[in-house]
C-alpha cells in the first residue's frame, strides 16, 4: 500500500492564480481531510469528506474548494491564489470516524504564492 | 474551544539523555490523544493514541502517559535517529460526524552525538 499520496511536493504560484492539490488513498478510508501547516503553529482543518460525494468545512476553508466524487481522491482546489496561503499542505484520511479511529497523513504539498 | 500547547518548543539533548516533552490541553469530550513524529520535509508519522486517564503505551525508546489535563512523551536514552518534531492533538466529534484533530506547535527535538 502506498497509503495517501499527494501532488505535487512543490509549488509556486502567482497572485490570483489558480490549483488544484490533487490526495489519493489507496486504504479504502471513508473520511479524507485537508490540512494546512504554517510554521510554528499547529496544522488546521481545511475541509473534511466523510464519503463520496460529501464534504464539510472545516476551521480555516476561505479561499478553498473541495470535492469528491470517488473514494479514493479528495482535490483541494485554490480559485484565487493569496499570500497568506502560502503553507504546507497535507491531505489526511482515516477509516471509519469512531471514537478509535487514527488519521493518517500524505507527505504534503509546499506552497508558495508570490 | 479546544486548546493544545505543547512545551519546549525545541529541545536539544545530548546523546543518551532522557527527558520529557508536555502536552496540555482543554477540551470538551476527548475522544482521543495523538503523538505524531514529523520529520523535515515529510507528513506526520502516528505514534500512539491514549484514551484515558492513566494510560501509558511505548514504542522503542519512547512512552506516552495521559492525565486529565496533560500528556507526555518521555524519550529514554535518546538516539541521533530521535531527532523531530513530535506533536501532539486531541482527537473530538465533529458535529455530524467524523473526528477532529486539533494540534499543539509541536516540539523540535534535535539529539546530538
Known amino acids: 500500500n502506498a497509503g495517501v499520496t499527494q501532488t505535487p511536493k512543490f509549488r509556486i504560484l502567482k497572485i490570483g492564480q489558480s490549483m488544484t492539490l490533487q490526495c489519493t488513498q489507496d486504504m479504502n478510508h471513508n473520511y479524507m481531510y485537508w490540512y494546512r501547516q504554517d510554521p510554528g503553529m499547529g496544522l488546521k482543518l481545511i475541509y473534511y469528506?466523510?464519503?463520496?460525494?460529501?464534504?464539510d468545512k472545516g476551521e480555516v476553508p476561505n479561499g478553498y474548494n473541495v470535492s469528491r466524487s470517488t473514494t479514493e481522491d479528495f482535490p483541494l482546489r485554490l480559485e484565487l491564489a493569496a499570500p497568506s496561503q502560502t503553507s504546507v499542505y497535507f491531505c489526511a484520511s482515516s477509516a471509519h470516524g469512531g471514537s478509535t479511529d487514527t488519521q493518517y497523513f500524505g507527505p504534503g504539498t509546499r506552497l508558495t504564492v508570490l | 474551544e479546544d486548546q493544545v500547547t505543547q512545551s519546549p518548543e525545541a529541545l536539544r539533548l545530548q546523546e543518551g539523555e532522557s527527558s520529557s516533552l508536555n502536552c496540555s490541553y482543554t477540551v470538551s469530550g476527548l475522544r482521543g490523544l495523538f503523538w505524531y513524529r514529523q520529520d523535515p520535509g515529510k507528513g506526520p508519522e502516528f505514534l500512539f493514541t491514549l484514551y484515558s486517564a492513566g494510560e501509558e503505551k511505548e514504542k522503542e525508546r519512547l512512552k506516552a502517559t495521559l492525565t486529565k489535563k496533560e500528556s507526555f512523551l518521555h524519550i529514554t536514552a535518546p538516539k541521533p535517529e530521535d531527532s523531530a518534531t513530535y506533536l501532539c492533538a486531541v482527537q473530538t466529534l465533529m458535529k455530524a460526524a467524523g473526528n477532529k484533530l486539533t494540534f499543539g506547535g509541536g516540539t523540535r527535538v534535535l539529539v546530538k552525538p
Open positions: 469528506s466523510v464519503g463520496a460525494g460529501i464534504t
